[in-house]
């Protein structure tokens, strides 16, 4: 017969189950009103994943704003996004046509003028970001059309793809002209 002590650990990690199973329930937006409540222990300064680095601003700047290209989680592939094509002109310039029809959630159209003005803002030598990393590869940006763009890199980037499938969302550039970041 088994002691007691070795068979609690089990027996109590076996009720547990049950009770979380039912204990838990999805979120979802108040059906009257569209709005999902989010709860934090955390203020977030800002839901600019550039200037804040906290996980919940992160998180929440994740659902907010768009990048270039996406990773399918499935098959590593990269994909567009707001980009819709993307080719390497040299290993320090990178070409890419933007999705038209796009709209920020300010209403502002999106256009080439958005990832310049993005890029070129937190690449300058006196931008206050708190994640220089995600972007100190980026030379500057340069609008090529009205869809389209060339990132020029300082070196060599492999790694480049990556960086704007994940931390280099794109902002409505005439919004933030207007109100910065604190907006």
């Known amino acids: 017969m088994k002691h007691l002590s070795t068979l609690a650990p089990r027996w109590c990690g ?3 189950v049950p009770a979380l199973a039912f204990g838990t329930t ?17 203020e977030v300064e800002n839901v600019s994943p550039y200037h804040n680095n906290m996980r919940e601003g992160v998180i929440l700047a994740n659902m907010a704003w768009d990048t270039l290209i996406y990773r399918d989680q499935k098959t590593g592939e990269y994909k567009p ?3 819709t094509a993307w080719k390497w002109e040299s290993p320090t310039a990178l070409l890419l046509t933007l999705r038209q029809g796009v709209t920020f959630h300010n209403g502002d159209k999106f256009s080439a003028d958005d990832v310049v003005y993005t890029f ?6 006196d931008a206050k970001i708190a994640t220089r990393q995600n972007t100190d590869w980026i030379k500057n940006a340069e609008k090529v059309g009205e869809y389209q763009v060339r990132i020029n890199l300082k070196t060599p980037f492999p790694a480049a793809l990556e960086y704007l499938a994940g931390p280099t969302p794109i902002y ?3 919004y ?4 910065g970041i604190e907006g």
């Open 14 to 16: 076996l009720a547990l």
């Open 26 to 42: 999805a979120a979802h937006a108040g059906k009257a009103n569209d709005t999902l409540v989010y709860a934090s222990d955390n």
């Open 81 to 83: 996004q707001l980009a």
């Open 120 to 125: 070129n803002v937190v690449t300058a030598a």
């Open 172 to 174: 409505p550039a005439a």
């Open 176 to 179: 933030f002209k207007k109100v």
